[in-house]
């Protein structure tokens, strides 16, 4: 038996992943990022569907940078992805986790093998936070193909009140700065 946990970044993720982990035998967290019920809107089907625990989604296609996220910070990569393309003519990899529990090592290696350098970006805290687990394993699986230190975009290391969240948050100006800077290494 393991344990399974999963971020949707949206509905129809939520849906899928719910509905594997209800009928996966092994024992399943749930992270819901509270976001999704305010603003997020999406298609999802009412046939029944699920999505394959332990199994990430390459969103963007990219040959310069991997960026790696889950859950809602995922919106922000793909933004960040976006103006990379348009003001620094840099292609982004967008790769969404969806299972940090097991996550899949194989989809993110191949990715970071390919462009060579890699961004991972949480909501969370930087410190202890589950990208300092992913970054580690990146550098020991993937060492020899990087062509630049890994960096994380991540929450800041101290407690916030909720009207500073725009500046505690790992916004899309950041991951562009650290997809700026991992190009000039």
Known sequence: RRVHGVIP???????GLLLSCIRSHDPT???????LYRTAEDNVPEDDYEIELGKAEVLREGSDVTLIGWGTQVHVL???AQLAQ???QVACEVIDLQSII???????ANSVCKTGRVIVSHEAQIT????AELCAVIQKECFLNLEAPIERVCGLDAPFPHIHEPFYMPTKWKVLEAVEKLMKF
């Open 86 to 88: 348009e003001k620094l």
């Open 102 to 108: 097991p996550y899949d090592l194989d989809t993110v």
């Open 128 to 131: 202890n936070g589950f990208g």
């Open 9 to 15: 970044r949206g509905a129809y993720q939520a849906k």
């Open 29 to 35: 967290i749930f992270l819901e990022p509270k976001i």
């Open 78 to 80: 793909l933004e960040a």
